[in-house]
């Protein structure tokens, strides 16, 4: 509880108490509020939409106009066959025949409302140009369905996909794209990847806790927050636009951090259980410290993303209210069903050979320390090397994001195995790349009345001048309503639509091209279609992370310093969340912006579309404060505790020490560098086991085929990774080390010497011979028990067994071979009222080995 103020902690502590008293009452509560929202998410009904473009972008007024003068007033769903001559042409009998029996099977099924013949009038008005190659031995079917290209009839889709793929042998290749092709694709997710992530997390959080309770304990705290959160989001996407990442999201963050603090809480509580405290008391401990740090992060999780939302940045707006929910929900789970579960549990949290220990000595058995202590104590004796490396590792990565190019993908990003990225290959090949994202400009006539101009130009001419243009393969009028005022011109470019040409060739045509050839008009015109979607995306998110990164930082900083009073943690956690999120940024520069990388992906290089770095970064940026605090807590709390000990308590007297249980074990920390590499070995490996959970989720979504989720996926997990083993186990450590107070350290030296000074004048001289039992402590450091023992061999002097007392010193006595005493016991209770002369006891120092044999 050192991190957090005493009345706030004291009061989270008493909040924890009573939930644990008070568990069959708080359970029932929370199965039916958990039944309920599982049956909400089941009959919700909620509608997630992706934003296809910046709200008031001029691509969103190109959308709009394009929407309202559509048949229907909706984007028509269609969606390309791809058929190739593998040996000869197209105009080979056999060939023309399977084409056009597909083209008659097609035209029958359910949903789909017109196909357009590749060698009829309606092929080259649905392309755009004559739709079969020069080299007759590629041609394109468009297939119009009854859906919308926002909304597919996925099921429609599928028919057709299924019929035209049939065709496909060795003479006659046939692919697919299109809007539902690329909806299902994306949808099509391998359970393979998830199932190995599964099992795997499964064991980490079984070496974690130990325990069959404790494990229940995690999943359903998991469980729990993942399906409110779920059902939040469903309730607020009948308010506002969310986009069909949200829910995963959303479920995603809510089980990555309560199951990450179920299992940082149960550790804890497993701690206090082997220390002798019982159920209720070891839920308090573990709920008032490590829990207190994890409402914390909940609340600057949900302070943070409610100002984003309520400034509205582009993008972030419905998955921000959705991961504010989160943070709601996981202070609600932190701090009372957890404590109601562990109250529950009592001292099943214990494996069994635990237990029994347990009871026959009073006491935990001694854990080995391993690996972490070793790190621990390197991170202690060198922070400055360490966090030196790690601030390296992290600059290059910040680097490497400010460099990230943001825009939009196509099919020819997609693995090969993808029938989008072959249809797209053989269109390229067959014609030219650009021909696979046309851009639409939308051509508004205004009213003279409303808008005096000195000549008129016509929706033809605009389609000449656009045509003119360098980069630009043709140009013509698709659609005009003359009633309405509105026309679209479908322009296809040379280029591709993720590559820089096509990029610089939209900012051409809305920079140059159209300004001349509308000046002085009472016409104006809007460039729409993929790229200047992605295009206007990317210059609205740049701005849009600016400031998410700005309120981010303030406020996880502001809400750690009013919980902690100390300006240097509240630095370190709003830092290190945004630290985490741009070295996200920057691997995912390395991964998919470099070639090299690129191919061992099975993906080609493109940009980063925001709509994927809008989930990673909410994802990242709510995972890491609420660690973070428990981490930089319980170092604070042994830092604190190595000063308090050297001092005698707060005071430096003795006399504020806190009252320690009866038969408790209290560490040997000489310092404030040992205190804190003991809470690092101690907590650092639990925490880290939360993160390799959610690595192995992300990287299960990055094992993906669709390219967008190994973005995602790969995102996730660099976030992931930089946060747990940069951050958490040498980053944040190493900072505590070398911020861990002069003044502190200086008191601590002095206290030593005058409780030394006060212990030598004023202490009575048998007092000073006695010596303390010391064991080993649970987490592998020696613990400090001071027990009143009895001689070896008691009597007095002249007893009839003709044995002197040992005296304390070093000289030879009757029936001992040397001044040595033999190997002591454990003393009985009986001994322990056994005194010898004047009536003060003997103290006797008694090491046990780390298995806990004596």
Request: with cysteine; glycine share 10%; net charge positive.
């Amino acid at each position: 509880m050192a991190f957090l103020d005493s009345s706030l902690a004291g009061a989270v502590g008493r909040l924890a108490r009573g939930c644990a008293r008070h568990r069959g009452f708080l359970l029932v509560a929370w199965i039916i509020v958990l039944a309920s929202a599982a049956l909400y998410v089941r009959g919700a009904g909620a509608q997630y939409t992706q934003q296809v473009a910046p709200t008031g972008s001029e691509s969103d007024r190109a959308l709009t106009n394009v929407t309202a003068i559509s048949p229907g007033g909706q984007l028509p769903d269609v969606e390309t066959i791809v058929v190739r001559a593998r040996e000869g042409t197209l105009d080979d009998r056999m060939a023309r025949d399977r084409m056009t029996l597909l083209i008659a099977q097609v035209g029958k099924l359910p949903g789909v409302a017109l196909v357009a013949d590749p060698g009829g009038p309606l092929g080259p008005a649905t392309v755009g140009v004559t739709p079969i190659s020069a080299d007759r031995r590629t041609a394109m079917i468009s297939v119009v369905l009854k859906g919308t290209a926002l909304a597919p009839d996925l099921a429609a889709v599928r028919r057709v996909q299924d019929l035209a793929l049939a065709y496909d042998d060795p003479q006659f290749q046939v692919e697919m794209s299109g809007p539902g092709i690329t909806a299902i694709e994306t949808a099509g997710i391998s359970t393979t990847p998830l199932i190995f992530a599964l099992l795997a997390g499964l064991l980490l959080v079984i070496a974690a806790v130990r325990s069959p309770s404790g494990l229940l304990i995690c999943l359903v705290s998991g469980a729990v927050a993942a399906t409110l959160a779920v059902a939040a989001t469903a309730k607020l996407a009948h308010t506002v636009v969310m986009t069909p990442f949200a829910p995963m999201v959303a479920g995603l963050l809510a089980f990555g951090i309560c199951l990450g603090g179920a299992v940082v809480i149960v550790y804890r509580a497993q701690s206090a259980l082997l220390r002798g405290e019982d159920g209720i008391q070891a839920a308090e401990t573990a709920t008032a410290t490590s829990g207190a740090a994890l409402a914390v992060g909940g609340l600057s999780l949900t302070v943070a993303m409610a100002v984003v939302s309520i400034v509205g940045l582009s993008g972030f707006r419905g998955i921000a209210l959705a991961a504010a929910a989160v943070g709601t929900i996981t202070i609600l789970v932190v701090l009372t069903l957890l404590p109601a579960l562990l109250g529950l549990a009592g001292t099943r949290l214990l494996g069994w050979t635990e237990r029994r220990f347990l009871s026959v000595a009073g006491a935990g058995l001694g854990r080995r320390p391993g690996l972490r202590s070793w790190w621990a104590t390197q991170v202690g004796r060198y922070p400055a090397q360490v966090a030196v490396v790690a601030g390296m590792l992290l600059v290059g990565l910040t680097v490497q994001a400010s460099s990230i190019r943001l825009g939009g993908g196509d099919s020819g990003a997609e693995p090969t195995s993808t029938t989008s990225r072959r249809a797209y290959d053989l269109v390229s090949e067959g014609f030219f790349p650009g021909l696979n994202g046309p851009v639409l400009v939308a051509v508004r006539q205004a009213p003279a009345k409303a808008r005096p101009a000195t000549r008129s130009v016509t929706s033809a001419d605009v389609a000449a001048a656009l045509a003119a243009a360098p980069g630009v393969r043709n140009a013509a009028v698709m659609l005009e309503d003359t009633a309405k005022g509105l026309a679209v011109i479908r322009v296809l470019p040379q280029p591709g639509p993720r590559s820089e040409e096509a990029s610089e060739l939209i900012h051409q045509l809305r920079a140059e091209v159209l300004p001349a050839v509308l000046r002085d008009t009472a016409t104006t015109a809007d460039v729409g279609g993929p790229t200047a979607l992605f295009d206007d995306a990317a210059a609205g998110f740049r701005g849009s992370v600016v400031a998410l990164l700005c309120i981010v930082l303030l406020t996880v900083a502001l809400v750690a310093f009013v919980v902690s009073r100390s300006a240097v943690l509240a630095a370190l956690l709003g830092l290190s969340a945004t630290l985490s999120v741009q070295a996200a940024g920057g691997v995912l520069t390395i991964l998919f912006q470099n070639e090299r990388f690129a191919e061992r992906l099975g993906v080609m290089v493109s940009p980063v579309e925001p709509f994927v770095l809008v989930p990673v970064f909410v994802a990242v940026l709510g995972l890491a404060p609420g660690m973070n605090l428990v981490l930089l807590g319980r170092l604070r709390e042994q830092n604190r505790a190595a000063s308090d000990r050297s001092a005698g308590g707060p005071s430096g007297n003795g006399q504020d020490r806190p009252r320690e249980r009866a038969g408790g074990r209290r560490s040997i920390i000489r310092s404030a560098r040992d205190g804190i590499a003991r809470g690092h070995a101690e907590l650092g490996h639990v925490v880290l086991t939360m993160n390799m959970v959610m690595l192995l989720v992300a990287v299960a979504i990055a094992a993906q085929p669709p390219r967008t989720l190994k973005m995602m996926g790969f995102g996730l997990a660099a976030g992931v990774a930089v946060d747990a083993l940069v951050l958490r186990v040498a980053a944040l450590p190493a900072i505590a080390h070398l911020f861990r107070l002069s003044h502190a350290e200086n008191a601590s030296r002095t206290s030593r010497q005058d409780t030394y000074t006060a212990g030598r004048t004023d202490r009575p001289p048998r007092a000073r011979r006695a010596n303390p039992v010391t064991v080993e402590g649970i987490e592998g450091s020696v613990e400090r028990q001071t027990v009143p023992t009895t001689p070896l061999l008691v009597g007095r002097a002249g007893d009839p067994g003709g044995n002197e007392k040992w005296n304390g010193h070093r000289t030879r006595t009757p029936g001992l071979r040397s001044g040595v005493p033999p190997r002591p016991r454990t003393p009985a209770p009986s001994d322990l009222a056994a005194q010898h002369g004047n009536g003060t006891p003997y103290f006797y120092e008694i090491r046990v080995p780390r298995d806990g044999r004596r």
